[in-house]
């Protein structure tokens, strides 16, 4: 290294430094070309050996009293003595070390007199001169291998610098470079440990000599990066890899002040760091360069080429802890074939993706493709298309996210690992779950197996995490590859697990004998604070069939573990009544919630859950839907309804009740303080049954919903279930599929179900009640009705006056479902003309739903003067095209949805053009005047339409800068 000479004023530390590795000026270049000039030619210098020989008979002459031993001789002989030694020097530059060894042998004795009186004389400068001439010696020794030698004078030197003890006379400096050439020397002969300990000394003197020296500060680093290399090496041999990785990293530190004047130490030190840290060198080098940020793409590093090794790892964590300047990870490795210990592998990948997260200046993670944002990791990074990276990209301001600001309450990831083998699964859901800030994980149909769901567990059970990340509460597995040993590793989430303890509570009941709904999630009583929680309280292993009841089993072991666990979904797992037969344990936890829908453990499994479920005293909702229940177990499930106080949603759709299962579990639901029941498809036909429902409607005082969809009653079926809809307290009821015709309709509504205020929503989808039946609704059932369906209903156009009647003496109606019936361009003419007639304060409708129902162009443009009334307007599959569209938006009119779905339809690009037009305007004028802005749609759907993908990006980039306020979904 070459700094100028200027950089060291005082003339001995210049001597010194010159000696060294470090070239001050031009001098010692000088020398070099000079000795290898025509004069000298790299051949003995006989001219300049003479002089040194008369100079060693003149000091001779001194020790003999013939001349005066006087300051101009000392002055001449240090003179002579320094020239010598740096006439050798320049030897050794110049690649003739033999050369340069005999010319110090030749100086030797100018370095020492046998008279005490010369000896001791401090002006002499004997001591410093000998140290020079040996430290001289000992780098051309070296240099031809001559270790011996090399470590002789070294070691006669190191004995002049601590000579004087605590009174040392010499230069620190001298002495720290002449301990720093015994310890390299001392390596070339593997005396490492001996080499070391000078390696050491010499590094420490070099700290201390620059807290208090002035010396330009490439100069220290270049010294200081020397001394660490030296004992990294030897820490490296000795196999001290901690101390050498310590060394190695504050060796790279200092070469960041000497630039490109390293001498190359900074290579050399990645060498050794390489060996030390059990990393490739080009690894390192990578390491080093994304560190510092020196590398071409100095944001970006590319690990997708390397092996992902304990040591690696450990690396891009220490790069990630300290970098300023790296704000992109690439990770993709195709090899699924690990060759570490799977549980010390997740540990440190888990200790990775935490680094990633905490980096402050990481922006993105790619991985196998994928990318995430750190800081926002439930977030989807957008790719830019050809606009927004092009022409566009000036103008545009896209988001490069898709998703709003808001964090939602679900990560949702499902399929996006899918294609990924297990380790970058293991990687990714490292990632999702350490830096997660969303209540729940959604990781469905990502075929997740024990392989990868080993690094799921793990990463689920640490409890270090950042202040703004939070634990995973709710967690959903669906259709995943989980079978019974990968359930057992699943199970293991809860070990670590230990919410707060509380006091034991107290339940309390009401009057009429069940407890009272607000206390369940009383935050004093029944759980920690929502802060405090660190395990999942919420499971979802549906669709994993390999579970079974092993599996299922092993879950509820590790649940039974958690006292805070809420929520349990198990549908289509392969549940059998052996597997409902060991749920002990489970009445410790705050159980609310167990679905396990499509399972076939009959009666005997649902005898079995009755039994453990009855002493779950927190339980609210239970869910059996599809599980081959038939009589006897609808007798357990009564007894269950019976005895439990705080049940309230029970859902028994699509099991075999029939007309004796159904009236056994009616009785259960009477005496029970159930809000909502699903009896949906269970074959329940007879009147006796829907007697039993009746009564069932009249004594259950807190029965809210009720659900008897696919059940065809007999001819006195509907009968009873409208004479007990008065005496009731049901908001909602659902009949779908059920046969109802307008007899039906009129037995039902005329038994006292139109007297009722009460009832609120009536699903009659896939009924054939025709417009009698519905002329029958409107006149009897519309004082308190707010959500009416009748989809497939068999309604015609010849419905018009009707519709207008039910809307018009509904006042409370907001929803209204007439989707895939028959109506035509002007089924809904009436209807419409009354409303717009009427202010928007004589009705509530602001959702309707017209989809399929054969409208045209025609029946769309006399929707136009409803559609600043409506929130939502449904015309999927109705045969619109462009002219259709063209006419609504020309319309002189105000549009103000939030939601227009026009899916299905026949709309090209001059809709399209029309529709980006109409709304870009009322955009504009809204620029000056907020006020203006009286016609917006903020979503529009217009999928499996005549629009090409190109016309869709461009219309996109369109809307983006000239709309932004609508969004389209292609």
């Known amino acids: 290294m070459k700094i100028p000479r200027d950089g060291v004023e005082d003339p001995l530390l210049y001597e010194i430094m010159y000696f060294s590795p470090v070239e001050l000026g031009d001098e010692r270049y000088t020398n070099k070309l000079y000795f290898q000039t025509d004069i000298y030619n790299r051949t003995w210098p006989t001219l300049m050996a003479d002089r040194m020989a008369h100079q060693i008979e003149k000091l001779k002459h001194c020790e003999m009293g013939i001349v005066a031993f006087d300051d101009e001789f000392r002055k001449t002989h240090r003179k002579a003595v320094i020239g010598h030694c740096k006439m050798a020097l320049a030897y050794l530059d110049a690649r003739e070390a033999r050369i340069a060894m005999k010319l110090c042998e030749q100086c030797m004795p100018a370095t020492k007199s046998s008279e005490p009186r010369l000896q001791s004389d401090p002006n002499a400068e004997f001591d410093f001169l000998r140290i020079i001439a040996l430290s001289n010696l000992a780098c051309a020794a070296r240099r031809v291998k001559f270790f011996q030698k090399a470590i002789d004078a070294l070691a006669e030197a190191k004995s002049l610098c601590l000579a004087g003890g605590d009174s040392i006379q010499q230069h620190p400096l001298l002495i720290a470079l002449t301990l720093l050439n015994l310890s390299a020397v001392l390596g070339d002969i593997d005396h490492d440990e001996h080499g070391l300990r000078w390696g050491l000394e010499a590094l420490a003197m070099l700290y201390n000599l620059f807290s208090t020296l002035e010396l330009p500060e490439m100069v220290q680093a270049y010294y200081l990066s020397l001394a660490c290399h030296n004992a990294a090496l030897l820490n490296v041999k000795l196999g001290r890899w901690a101390d050498a990785q310590e060394l190695v990293d504050e060796g790279i530190e200092f070469t960041k002040i000497l630039g490109e004047n390293d001498d190359t130490l900074r290579s050399k030190l990645i060498t050794i760091g390489a060996h030390a840290k059990h990393v490739p060198e080009v690894f390192l080098s990578e390491a080093v360069n994304a560190l510092n940020g020196w590398s071409q793409e100095r944001g970006v590093w590319n690990l997708s080429f390397w092996d992902f090794t304990m040591p690696e790892v450990k690396e891009v964590i220490r790069v990630l802890q300290n970098t300023l300047t790296l704000n992109k990870i690439i990770i993709d490795q195709k090899d699924d074939d690990r060759r570490y210990d799977t549980a010390v592998e997740n540990e440190h990948l888990a200790e990775l993706m935490k680094a990633v997260v905490e980096c402050h200046c990481m922006e993105m993670i790619t991985i196998s493709g994928i990318d995430f944002q750190t800081r926002k990791v439930w977030r989807r990074v957008k790719k830019r298309g050809f606009l927004e990276t092009r022409w566009y990209a000036s103008a545009l301001n896209f988001a490069d996210v898709w998703g709003g600001s808001q964090t939602p309450e679900t990560g949702q990831y499902q399929g996006l690992l899918a294609s990924l083998n297990h380790f970058m699964k293991r990687v990714a859901m490292g990632l999702l779950v350490v830096g997660n800030e969303t209540e729940g994980i959604d990781l469905s149909d990502n075929g997740i197996n024990l392989t990868s769901i080993t690094m799921l567990v793990h990463a689920l059970c640490k409890t270090d995490r950042l202040a703004r990340t939070r634990p995973c509460r709710r967690l959903i597995l669906r259709k995943n590859d989980i079978g019974v040993e990968a359930a057992k590793e699943l199970a293991k989430i809860w070990d670590a697990a230990e919410p707060p303890q509380e006091e034991e509570e107290e339940v309390s009941s009401d009057g009429e004998g069940f407890a009272d709904e607000d206390e369940e999630f009383d935050p004093t009583a029944e759980a920690p604070e929502h802060d405090e929680l660190q395990g ?306 004589s009705f509530s409708l602001s959702f309707l739903e017209l989809s399929g129902c054969s409208l045209g162009d025609e029946g769309f443009q006399l929707l136009v003067p409803i559609m600043g009334s409506l929130r939502f307007l449904g015309l999927r599959d109705n045969g619109i095209t462009s002219a259709g569209l063209q006419a609504v938006m020309s319309a002189n009119q105000m549009v103000k949805l939030q939601t227009l779905d026009l899916e299905g339809n026949q709309i090209g690009e001059q809709g399209l053009h029309a529709l980006t037009e109409r709304f870009q305007k009322e955009h504009k004028r809204s620029l000056w005047n907020p006020k203006q802005l009286t016609s917006m749609i903020d979503l529009v759907i217009l999928k499996n339409n005549d629009i090409s993908p190109a016309l869709a990006a461009s219309t996109e980039a369109f809307v983006k800068i000239y709309n932004p306020l609508m969004t389209i979904l292609w």
């Open 536 to 841: 999942v309280t919420a499971l979802d292993v549906s669709e994993n069939g390999d579970i079974g009841d092993e599996g299922f089993q092993a879950i509820l072991k590790g649940i039974s573990r958690y006292n805070c666990f809420k929520v349990l979904t198990a549908n289509a797992i392969s549940l059998t009544a052996a597997g409902c037969a060991c749920l002990e344990g489970l009445e410790q936890t705050r159980l609310d919630t167990l679905i396990l829908n499509q399972n076939s453990f009959g009666c005997e499994g649902v005898a079995n859950l009755c039994e453990e479920l009855s002493k779950c005293t927190r339980l609210r909702v239970l869910e059996l839907e599809g599980c081959g229940i038939k009589l006897e177990g609808a007798k357990a499930l009564r007894e269950l309804l019976r005895h439990h106080l705080k049940l309230q949603e029970i859902s028994v759709a699509s099991n075999q009740l029939s007309d004796d299962g159904a009236i056994e579990f009616c009785s259960g639901v009477a005496e029970s303080s159930l809000k909502s029941v699903n009896l949906a498809h269970n074959g329940i036909v007879s009147d006796d049954a829907s007697q039993s429902i009746g009564d069932m409607m009249r004594s259950c005082h807190s029965l809210l919903k009720l659900v008897l969809s696919g059940n065809c009653f007999d001819h006195l079926g509907p009968s009873h279930i409208g004479s007990a809809i008065e005496h009731s307290r049901v908001l909602t009821l659902q009949l779908e599929e059920m046969g109802l015709t307008a007899d039906s309709m009129d037995d039902f509504l005329d038994q006292g179900a139109a007297e009722t205020q009460d009832l609120q929503e009536l699903t009659l989808n896939k009924n054939p009640i025709h417009d009698e039946g519905l002329a029958i609704i409107a006149e009897s059932l519309s004082i308190g009705l707010k959500n009416l369906r009748l989809s497939h209903c068999g309604l015609t156009s010849g419905a018009q006056a009707i519709l207008l009647s039910l809307v018009s003496l509904s006042p409370n109606l907001q929803r209204l479902d007439l989707s895939y019936n028959s109506l035509g361009p002007k089924g809904c003419l009436d209807m419409v003309k009354w409303m717009d007639q009427n202010d928007k304060e």
